[in-house]
């Protein structure tokens, strides 16, 4: 039963089927297996890319990669289990959208004991050439990279797996 002052607020239903209200999320709203599912299901670059490739595995690799601050690594991108992913071209444009996202990857640091945002500039550092490697493994023909690429190739994983390696991942770092 949501609390009153929650009444006429506006939630998503969640994989687990729990109300999740965005933009008024409390620690106890926030939960692993929803965060793994939707991520799992959640296409890169909006569906653009020339293979399925989920921001789940996106961030699993991050964490693997970020070895100064892995926890973060996994969870950046956790507030697109509850908010759309928008491209950064757009979402620079829609007011107040970054507050939103901001406030609502405050709460999911609290609730996983993470440093609170904004996360390190090692994970920032990860996450650019992490990009930079999926444009050049995953796009159609040849694109602007700003930022050196890794020298391995991203081979996507299916959804079922991308979820099942976030929470192996997940119970690893945070036990």
């Not at 109300?19 to 670059?45: E, G, M």
């Not at 690799?61 to 071209?89: G, T």
Request: hydrophobic share 40%; net charge negative.
């Amino acid at each position: 039963m949501p609390s009153r002052a929650r009444a006429n607020t506006a939630y998503i239903l969640t994989y687990t089927n729990r109300r999740f209200y965005p933009l008024d999320a409390n620690q106890c709203d926030v939960c692993i297996t929803d965060i793994a599912h939707a991520l799992a299901y959640s296409c890169r670059f909006n569906g653009h890319v020339s293979q399925f490739y989920s921001v789940a595995q996106h961030s699993v690799l991050a964490s693997y990669l970020c070895v100064e601050d892995p926890r973060w690594a996994l969870m950046h991108d956790a507030a697109e289990a509850y908010l759309p992913d928008i491209a950064r071209p757009i979402k620079q444009h829609i007011n107040g959208f970054d507050a939103i996202e901001l406030r609502l990857l405050r709460v999911i640091a609290a609730a996983f004991s993470l440093s609170p945002p904004p996360y390190s500039e090692s994970v920032s550092r990860v996450d650019d050439r992490l990009l930079a490697t999926e444009m050049r493994d995953l796009m159609h023909g040849p694109v602007d990279i700003s930022f050196e690429p890794f020298s391995w190739r991203i081979v996507p994983w299916s959804p079922e797996v991308s979820e099942r390696e976030f929470l192996e991942r997940y119970s690893y770092l945070f036990g």
